[in-house]
């Protein structure tokens, strides 16, 4: 391969010699200038290039020290001419590769050496840890998030007064981890407890030890706990833990070195200490599994306080506190708004005011209408979730789909009021959806409001049926969640005629598997089958009931679905209104 290439390679420089004029040695250009057989040279830094009289044959000759050579061209009657370099490629490229390759083998010199020597010691001094003296958050700034606060409070008191805390017989925490999915309020909780107890607040995430050179992390948590315990009381709060605190791996890319030094030193300076003396050391992290269990240890972060989504109620209180200083119309309900972001972390709700706010400023109104909020999120969810296009035969069984859910639960009573029906995809999961919201919390359930759940459920399914003469995928969840709610109702409810009230608490759907461990079903095979049938009998049963209520007002069916593909987005008040069900009656569940 490598002798073919060549031998193609050399004839084509022989049958193209290309531009390359033919050298001669610089003795034999002087005898040709001096026998006039030159018409013509450029010369260069380090050439001379020339073509001869008469043949025009192009020339080259290295260019030597010649004082002379002018007035020789000059007396022949030369044409000549200078020229600077232009190569400026090659200029650069003779300047900035030995640059750059001085400031690689620089970094990697600082890398190896040890700490305290030249040029790192500036690094160090640099990072210096301040406290923050003041810090302005309090538990006032923090809502939603009651459990986790509750239990941070006698850390608060704690720093208030470490003595006579101690005194009393408290005992002290050395290390508080808050864990918790990103934006539940970490980072903010800490610096409200520093807030709370006025003290100082010494703040580093763990990510910024790892990017130092080895041994300044160390250093660093060396300096860092030496400060802290000369202005105690006071809190020391490494965010991003995990970034640090990684449980420690042989990588077959060499050590963490610097990772690993910077955690014992970490590990060593909590064990050193001295709680009574009112340090407190903090930590946050969202992803606990990946935690050295050494941090976790007796005298380290050993008391653990879960910091997590909030639920309904959270939601509610989180959306007050940010629409604090944000004025909203009168029609904004932050409880239906709550409702409507399950899932939504504190960061994400504050975000979602933001959003609305920006909205409104956008449109040039003087308060946050409840449309703003709502466009802010569905912007969010849509955020959240991958995009992909409908077609209009999909959009139309869709419509027709979510118009029978949203019909069957307007007119059965028991069941959650109709908030809205949207068409507008955000998920890929499900596609429609009919947002159903609780009118209240309710903890019971009547044997009739699960069935009238269930037919809910089939609502969607029979209107396909109805309108289409045939049945999409996308009433698989809700057989599956219809399936499941018969299920409990037959086996753990008690709410089967056939079966009568027996609990059957069993894992019915493990029957199948043979694990280890796993107790064997607690009723007999035949019982299993009954229980089978008794939940097929009452699915069934259900989907009966929510074709005929459909058949019987195919017309309003037309009607919502027609609506939805019109605008996407339909009130339950507006499903309500073409049943002719006045909406007070229905919103009283
Ligand atoms: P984490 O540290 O858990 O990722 P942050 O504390 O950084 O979350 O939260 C980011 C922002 O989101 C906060 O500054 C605050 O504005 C808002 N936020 C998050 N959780 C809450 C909460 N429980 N109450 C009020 N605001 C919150
Ligand atoms: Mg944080
Ligand atoms: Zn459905």
């Excluded at 606060?149 to 805390?165: A, D, H, I, M, S």
Aim: charged share 25%; net charge negative.
């Amino acid at each position: 391969m490598y002798a073919a290439g060549t031998v193609i390679a050399v004839g084509l420089l022989l049958a193209f010699p290309g531009p390359t004029a033919k050298r001669v040695p610089y003795s034999d250009f002087k005898q040709m200038v001096r026998a006039g057989q030159v018409a013509e040279v450029v010369i260069d830094e380090h050439r001379i290039r020339g073509t001869a009289k008469g043949s025009n044959e192009a020339f080259e000759t290295t260019r030597i020290e010649d004082p002379h050579l002018l007035e020789e061209l000059e007396r022949q009657g030369v044409k000549f001419t200078g020229e600077t370099e232009t190569n400026w490629w090659s200029n650069l490229t003779a300047w900035l590769l030995p640059l750059i390759a001085m400031i690689l083998l620089w970094g990697v010199i600082l890398r190896r050496m040890n700490p305290g020597q030249g040029a790192i010691a500036f690094e160090r001094s640099r990072a210096k840890i301040y406290a923050e003296d003041d810090v302005k958050v309090t538990f006032a700034d923090v809502a939603g998030i009651d459990e986790a606060t509750e239990e941070l409070r006698e850390v608060v008191e704690f720093l208030q007064n470490p003595k006579k805390y101690t005194n009393l017989g408290g005992r002290i925490p050395k290390g508080v981890l808050l864990l918790g999915p990103p934006g539940t309020g970490k980072t903010l909780l800490a610096r409200a407890v520093a807030g709370e107890a006025h003290v100082p607040f010494f703040s580093l995430s763990g990510s910024e030890f790892v990017e130092m050179f080895v041994g300044v992390g160390a250093a660093r948590v060396r300096d860092l706990f030496a400060q802290a315990e000369s202005r105690a009381p006071c809190i020391i709060f490494i965010d991003e833990l995990d970034a640090l605190g990684k449980t420690r791996v042989a990588s077959p890319f060499g050590t963490h070195e610097e990772r690993e030094q910077t955690l014992n030193q970490l590990l060593a300076e909590m064990d050193g200490f001295d709680p009574r003396k009112g340090v407190i050391v903090m930590a946050a992290t969202n992803r606990p599994e990946v935690l050295d269990p050494a941090l976790l240890r007796p005298g380290r972060f050993d008391r653990q306080v879960v910091v997590d989504r909030p639920d309904i109620r959270g939601r509610e209180a989180i959306l007050r506190l940010h629409a604090r200083s944000v004025k909203l119309a009168a029609n904004v309900d932050l409880k239906v708004v709550a409702a409507r972001t399950a899932g939504f972390a504190g960061a994400d709700l504050a975000n979602l005011i933001n959003e609305a706010t920006l909205l409104a400023a956008r449109k040039d109104r003087q308060e946050v209408a409840m449309e703003d909020v709502e466009e802010a999120i569905d912007r969010l969810l849509a955020g959240l979730k991958r995009k992909r296009v409908m077609s209009q035969h999909e959009r139309e069984i869709i419509a027709c789909h979510e118009a029978g859910h949203a019909i069957v639960a307007s007119l059965l009573p028991g069941v959650d009021p109709v908030h809205k029906i949207s068409i507008v995809q955000r998920g890929y999961e499900a596609l429609g959806h009919t947002l159903q919201l609780p009118a209240e919390e309710h903890y019971l359930a009547t044997r009739q409001a699960l069935l009238n759940q269930l037919a809910v459920l089939l609502g969607g399914r029979s209107a396909e049926e109805i309108v289409f003469q045939e049945i999409s995928t996308g009433a698989q969840n809700d057989l599956q969640r219809a399936t499941d709610l018969a299920r409990s109702m037959v086996a753990e409810y008690g709410m089967s005629e056939a079966l009568g009230p027996v609990a059957f608490k069993g894992r019915s759907r493990l029957r199948f598997l043979d694990v280890p461990g796993i107790e064997p079903e607690p009723f007999a095979e035949e019982t299993a089958r009954q229980i089978d049938a008794e939940i097929k009998h009452l699915v069934v049963e259900a989907h009966t009931r929510a074709s005929g209520i459909l058949r019987e007002r195919r017309a309003i069916l037309d009607a919502v679905a027609r609506q939805l593909m019109e605008r996407e987005v339909v009130e339950g008040s507006e499903v309500r209104a073409l049943i002719g069900q006045p909406s007070s009656t229905s919103q009283a569940a």
